[in-house]
């Protein structure tokens, strides 16, 4: 067998740990091309010329391309196996990240920052797909923890980055680096990654059947409540991201330096729930584990809000506000894998189709929160502390209806 067609994957034999570190370096790409180029605002509105405030234009054609993206992948991935379309989303996702390095045009380069997303969307979608082929309840709790674990690395890592690349050059090295970055994983999947979609469980579906079974998989009870939970604490990070940049260096006055150690604090918490969570997941319920850290997440941000609009947390305590948001960006690490597995839970036949609606209902709903931030009137962590705290009471009420879902059944070891 050639060393570019990896053997085939069999059922239950499980994923090496080289395996596992591929498949979150390459979930990692949707987050690295999110955050690395954050500290590059104010240079990036400066040399396109879009005005104060365009970068954040930038980040929406980003999301937005994710969200549609992500519409098609699953239905691509579900047809055609996991392995080919992940890797042509990376191809696509390489070119118009080269693009967006060559442009000098403002409008250019939010057409090549949406094309990027779309291409970029299969890193998000068919990795979650691959972990419900391979395994499901707390085998897929742990798994989905462990991909965490690694792509969370890059996270921490990309603003720092991104602010030692400016030290040495120009913004445009940052997608170069997206550039090389794809290229690297497109070759680590072909030497490497084996198809976890067996031929024989492919489906191929019209453009009318393909609509119609996003509308049952949205109509289905348990995967709809879990999959709100998953998308409103993607809403709470978004609204983190996207007012990161002023809340630390406007407001807190953070260098490029702090800012990209805070956020990689901030990241480090999130981490460390997740692997909590992977370590607890086989003895305490996932449900259990969920809501514990929801409540958590309510209290934090209920007093992050009260603080936030009191003047107490903002500029004069920055340390306050660092807590109080990596309070509640840690629970998250616990919510977002167990709900998303448990959305999962009644569609291993079609993971793919499930895992983009699920991808688009995240980048789709996710995405407004950055509008929430710049529409919120006021200065200082007021918005930013609001606009999480939107999330949160979001994530509260999508576990009402997770409690009215009818009850997933056993558990897998």
């Given at each position: 067998m050639s060393r570019f067609s990896p053997a085939p994957f069999t059922p239950g034999s499980g994923f090496t740990p080289w395996l596992i570190i591929l498949l979150g370096l390459v979930t990692a790409i949707g987050p690295v091309a999110t955050d690395m180029y954050l500290p590059a605002f104010p240079e990036l509105e400066r040399d396109l010329g879009g005005g104060k405030g365009s970068a954040q234009f930038t980040l929406a054609a980003w999301f937005l391309g994710l969200a549609l993206g992500q519409f098609s992948q699953g239905p691509l991935s579900d047809r055609f196996g996991r392995r080919v379309p992940l890797m042509l989303g990376l191809l696509v996702f390489g070119v118009a990240s080269a693009g967006c390095a060559v442009v000098q045009d403002f409008h250019l380069f939010c057409l090549c920052r949406f094309i990027a997303a779309v291409g970029g969307s299969a890193s998000a979608v068919i990795p979650r797909a691959?972990?419900?082929?391979?395994?499901?309840?707390?085998?897929?709790?742990?798994l989905m923890s462990q991909l965490t674990l690694v792509f969370g690395v890059m996270p921490v890592l990309a603003p720092s980055l991104g602010s030692l690349v400016l030290q040495f050059g120009s913004w445009r090295w940052i997608f170069w680096i997206g550039t090389v970055y794809a290229?690297?994983?497109?070759?680590?999947?072909?030497?490497?990654?084996?198809?976890t979609l067996q031929p024989e469980r492919r489906i191929a579906l019209s453009p009318g059947r393909i609509l119609a079974r996003y509308f049952m998989i949205s109509k289905e009870p348990v995967f709809i409540a879990n999959a709100l939970i998953a998308t409103f604490s993607t809403f709470v990070m978004f609204a983190y991201l996207g007012s990161a940049p002023v809340l630390f260096e406007q407001v807190l006055h953070f260098t490029p330096g702090q800012f990209g150690v805070f956020f990689g604090v901030n990241a480090a918490a999130?981490?460390?729930?997740?692997?909590?969570?992977?370590?607890?997941?086989?003895?305490?319920?996932?449900?259990?584990?969920?809501?514990?850290?929801?409540?958590?997440?309510?209290?934090?941000?209920?007093?992050?809000?009260?603080?936030?609009?009191?003047?107490?947390?903002?500029?004069?305590?920055?340390?306050?506000?660092?807590?109080?948001?990596?309070?509640?960006?840690?629970?998250?690490?616990?919510?977002?894998?167990?709900?998303?597995?448990m959305s999962f839970y009644h569609h291993g036949q079609h993971a793919g189709s499930a895992s983009a609606l699920l991808g688009t209902m995240q980048f789709g709903i996710g995405s407004l929160s950055s509008?929430?931030?710049?529409?919120?009137?006021?200065?200082?962590a007021g918005p930013t502390a609001i606009a999480m705290m939107v999330g949160i009471l979001g994530m509260a009420g999508a576990d009402l209806m997770r409690r009215r879902a009818p009850e997933i059944g056993a558990e897998e070891d």
């Amino acid at each position: 067998m050639s060393r570019f067609s990896p053997a085939p994957f069999t059922p239950g034999s499980g994923f090496t740990p080289w395996l596992i570190i591929l498949l979150g370096l390459v979930t990692a790409i949707g987050p690295v091309a999110t955050d690395m180029y954050l500290p590059a605002f104010p240079e990036l509105e400066r040399d396109l010329g879009g005005g104060k405030g365009s970068a954040q234009f930038t980040l929406a054609a980003w999301f937005l391309g994710l969200a549609l993206g992500q519409f098609s992948q699953g239905p691509l991935s579900d047809r055609f196996g996991r392995r080919v379309p992940l890797m042509l989303g990376l191809l696509v996702f390489g070119v118009a990240s080269a693009g967006c390095a060559v442009v000098q045009d403002f409008h250019l380069f939010c057409l090549c920052r949406f094309i990027a997303a779309v291409g970029g969307s299969a890193s998000a979608v068919i990795p979650r797909a691959i972990v419900r082929d391979v395994a499901t309840g707390k085998k897929g709790a742990k798994l989905m923890s462990q991909l965490t674990l690694v792509f969370g690395v890059m996270p921490v890592l990309a603003p720092s980055l991104g602010s030692l690349v400016l030290q040495f050059g120009s913004w445009r090295w940052i997608f170069w680096i997206g550039t090389v970055y794809a290229l690297a994983a497109i070759l680590g999947l072909l030497c490497f990654m084996p198809d976890t979609l067996q031929p024989e469980r492919r489906i191929a579906l019209s453009p009318g059947r393909i609509l119609a079974r996003y509308f049952m998989i949205s109509k289905e009870p348990v995967f709809i409540a879990n999959a709100l939970i998953a998308t409103f604490s993607t809403f709470v990070m978004f609204a983190y991201l996207g007012s990161a940049p002023v809340l630390f260096e406007q407001v807190l006055h953070f260098t490029p330096g702090q800012f990209g150690v805070f956020f990689g604090v901030n990241a480090a918490a999130f981490i460390l729930g997740t692997q909590i969570n992977g370590r607890l997941v086989h003895r305490v319920a996932m449900p259990v584990l969920l809501e514990s850290a929801l409540l958590w997440a309510l209290l934090a941000g209920a007093l992050f809000t009260v603080l936030a609009l009191a003047g107490i947390a903002g500029e004069h305590h920055a340390l306050l506000t660092c807590v109080l948001i990596a309070s509640i960006t840690g629970s998250l690490g616990f919510i977002g894998p167990n709900a998303t597995v448990m959305s999962f839970y009644h569609h291993g036949q079609h993971a793919g189709s499930a895992s983009a609606l699920l991808g688009t209902m995240q980048f789709g709903i996710g995405s407004l929160s950055s509008v929430l931030v710049g529409i919120l009137p006021g200065g200082g962590a007021g918005p930013t502390a609001i606009a999480m705290m939107v999330g949160i009471l979001g994530m509260a009420g999508a576990d009402l209806m997770r409690r009215r879902a009818p009850e997933i059944g056993a558990e897998e070891d």
